[in-house]
């Protein structure tokens, strides 16, 4: 690959003729291959011309569309700093993003405009735009009047490409700047790995505010020139109804509980899959089992994060491990290591760290962030602790920093616990996950109170709610009278989940 690389640029390279259907909607609508490549030089013209600058963020706050894709290509293009956010976050939580990013231009969905709007213009943003669900609002309709004839712009292979938040154990959320070539080189270790051609049609039920929908579905079918099935949300019965019609389904393990939990699942149903994808949370065996009955396909299991995309994957073709996350990515190296960072061998469990063109360098404005992740040698600690087998397969045996995985979606502790921590009658507080049929793990809060403080369950759920988006909020709330500690007062998390996991 070059020094300089545009990822679009990587895209458009790969595109069939222009008649070619990239994705078809439920509602019958068609996008096709020529429309991207003039819509996104639209789209591109019009953000520059509105006065955005080569590296400044667009914060992206709108639902699932055609049009919302069509953006987030047309800011690769316009060599802009694609930052999506989920539309669940509240205020709060959209006021800290706004004024770390210091995006340029904001885009929100007309429903929440003035709300957003009046944030991102106290964070200095100077361009203001609307997107619905339908694809309608200022960014289309202003941008009609412009000329479809915007150059891909020439980038050095470093610069971002997009920003995304992950929380760490401050609390404060951190951006993690993923770059063209990050992006890029994933895409075609992955395009590659999974078997992606022209002939190929993914049903995308992913949302597109998340790595996993954004980056990787749309990374694998536009490198490969298949096309999509575009799915507004995950539905059971929607996507029962057009797996006949797709031949890859990438989904998050809640999508497969869901699936199984529907009679009219079955091998027939799944005869024109070619291989079912699993990632964002751990997939249970139990899970890979129970699909394996039903339909006769091994659900194929990859482990990645939003600092470095997809680190491993089961392969192909081979073997596929149920509760094992597979191999090293094509360009990732993978170790695990004690706690002074040495390698260790064989069936050790140790500390997983990465290494490899697809990883982030740095986090936004965090230098001292940074260099806390990365060893002297240039390794990424993911946190997450693990096993090399003889054969090069990683299992995963726990998470460092006590992160949720609740649906597809990470919740870190601190940032729940901030919240819950500030309100009256709250002495201190422990967010953990326990097991849940459905989301892998539900996000539970142990509270010790003060003495005499009544607890009003139904007003702290209201001032929670208005705080922290509703994947992050707890789904139970339960009174301890403290909060076990170990020698150094570390809250020790694994005991409360082992004495309320037992209930």
Same mark, same amino acid.
């Given at each position: 690959m070059p020094n300089a690389v545009n990822l679009y640029a990587r895209f458009a390279a790969q595109f069939p003729p222009a008649a070619s259907p990239l994705l078809e /909607?439920?509602?019958?609508?068609?996008? %096709?291959?020529?429309?991207?490549? +003039?819509?996104?030089?639209?789209?591109?013209? *019009?953000?520059?011309?509105? $006065?955005?600058?080569?590296? &400044?963020?667009?914060?992206?706050?709108?639902?699932?569309?055609?049009?919302?894709?069509?953006?987030?290509?047309? +800011?690769?293009?316009? $060599?802009?700093?694609?930052?999506?956010?989920?539309?669940?976050?509240?205020?709060? &939580?959209?006021? =800290?993003?706004?004024?770390?990013?210091?995006p340029a231009a904001v885009v929100a969905d007309p429903s929440r405009a003035d709300a957003v709007f009046d944030l991102a213009r106290?964070?200095?943003?100077?361009? +203001?735009?609307?997107?619905?669900?339908?694809?309608q609002g200022s960014v289309w309709a202003d941008s009609r009047?412009? %000329?479809?004839?915007?150059?891909?712009?020439?980038?050095?292979?470093?610069?971002?490409?997009?920003?995304?938040?992950?929380?760490? @154990?401050?609390?404060?959320?951190?951006?993690?700047?993923? /770059?063209?070539?990050?992006?890029?080189?994933?895409?075609?270790?992955?395009?590659?790995?999974?078997?992606f051609t022209g002939s190929d049609v993914l049903l995308h039920a992913l949302p597109l505010f998340h790595v996993h929908g954004l980056f990787i579905a749309l990374g694998c079918v536009l490198l490969s020139g298949s096309r999509m099935l575009f799915q507004p949300r995950f539905d059971a019965e929607a996507v029962l109804a057009a797996l006949p019609l797709a031949s890859v389904m990438m989904g998050v393990p809640t999508f497969y509980t869901r699936l199984l939990a529907?009679?009219?699942?079955?091998?027939?149903?799944?005869?024109?899959?070619?291989? *079912? @994808?699993? $990632?964002?949370?751990?997939?249970?065996?139990?899970?890979?089992?129970? *699909?394996?009955?039903?339909?006769?396909?091994?659900?194929?299991?990859?482990?990645?994060?939003? &600092?470095?995309?997809?680190?491993?994957?089961?392969?192909?073709?081979? &073997?596929?491990?149920?509760?094992?996350?597979?191999?090293?990515?094509?360009?990732?190296?993978?170790?695990?290591?004690?706690?002074?960072?040495?390698?260790?061998?064989?069936d050790i469990t140790g500390h997983v760290q990465v290494r490899g063109e697809g990883v982030f #360098?740095?986090?936004?404005?965090?230098?001292d962030k940074t260099r806390e992740d990365f060893t002297a040698d240039g390794w990424f600690r993911t946190g997450d602790d693990g096993q090399l087998d003889a054969a090069g397969y990683l299992t995963l045996v726990g998470r460092g920093k006590d992160l949720i995985i609740t649906g597809g979606l990470n919740v870190y502790p601190s940032e729940v616990e901030t919240v819950l921590d500030a309100l009256p009658g709250v002495v201190e507080s422990a967010v953990i996950g326990l097991p849940h049929a459905d989301f892998g793990e539900q996000v539970v809060a142990v509270l010790v109170l003060k003495p005499g403080a009544d607890f009003?369950?139904?007003?702290?759920?209201?001032?929670?709610?208005?705080?922290?988006?509703? =994947? #992050?909020?707890? #789904?139970? =709330?339960l009174i301890a009278d403290a909060l076990p500690r170990n020698a150094m007062g570390k809250v020790q998390k694994n005991l409360l989940r082992e004495r309320y996991g037992a209930d």
């Open positions: /909607t439920p509602d019958g609508m068609i996008l %096709s291959y020529g429309e991207v490549e +003039c819509e996104t030089a639209r789209l591109a013209r *019009f953000l520059r011309e509105a $006065g955005l600058a080569i590296g &400044e963020r667009v914060s992206v706050q709108v639902e699932k569309s055609p049009q919302a894709m069509l953006l987030y290509l047309a +800011c690769l293009r316009a $060599g802009l700093v694609f930052h999506p956010l989920n539309p669940g976050y509240t205020a709060a &939580e959209l006021d =800290y993003f706004l004024h770390d990013a210091e106290r964070a200095g943003t100077r361009c +203001c735009l609307t997107l619905d669900a339908a694809g009047g412009v %000329s479809a004839d915007w150059p891909v712009t020439a980038l050095d292979s470093d610069a971002l490409a997009a920003l995304l938040y992950s929380s760490g @154990t401050t609390g404060k959320p951190k951006g993690i700047g993923l /770059t063209h070539r990050n992006l890029a080189v994933n895409a075609d270790a992955l395009t590659a790995a999974w078997g529907c009679p009219a699942l079955d091998a027939a149903r799944c005869r024109t899959i070619r291989v *079912f @994808t699993c $990632g964002s949370a751990p997939l249970l065996a139990e899970t890979f089992r129970a *699909f394996e009955a039903r339909t006769g396909q091994r659900i194929l299991e990859r482990y990645g994060m939003t &600092e470095t995309s997809v680190i491993a994957s089961n392969p192909l073709h081979g &073997e596929r491990r149920a509760g094992v996350v597979g191999l090293p990515l094509n360009g990732m190296a993978v170790r695990i290591v004690d706690a002074h960072d040495a390698a260790v061998g064989g #360098k740095a986090y936004w404005r965090k230098p009003d369950e139904a007003a702290m759920r209201l001032t929670v709610r208005q705080q922290i988006a509703a =994947y #992050k909020q707890p #789904k139970q =709330y």
